[in-house]
């Protein structure tokens, strides 16, 4: 694919969260979010971590490959997001949000 002076891809890749979204969806049912970050709470270094969330907002809860599998699927697709700060993937939406930007929903 053609590159802008930028370095930015002139056609941005979609297709590409679609189908994370869709995959997603499926492994995990009732997700309407995923929270990402490298900071897993039962690790001392950095880990790749999820926490699932339904439309309501509450917690799904995760089994442990499940939450890395996700965590690293996010990764994967987005490698050039700052991952120094957790990052939240509208799965309705195919968007990535820095949590810390996003308005109305906790962590």
Do not use: Y
């Not at 941005?12 to 995990?28: G, N």
């Amino acid at each position: 694919m053609l590159a802008m002076p930028s370095g930015t891809l002139a056609c941005p890749d979609t297709a590409r969260q679609h189908r994370l979204a869709a995959q997603l969806t499926d492994m995990i049912p009732g997700a309407a979010t995923i929270r990402v970050s490298l900071t897993d709470p039962t690790q001392a270094w950095p880990h790749p971590h999820a926490v699932a969330k339904d439309a309501a907002g509450e917690a799904i809860e995760l089994n442990r490959t499940t939450v890395r599998v996700a965590a690293r699927w996010v990764l994967r697709v987005w490698p050039d997001a700052d991952w120094s700060r957790p990052h939240i993937f509208d799965l309705a939406a195919t968007t990535l949000t820095r949590s810390d930007l996003v308005v109305g929903r906790g962590r």
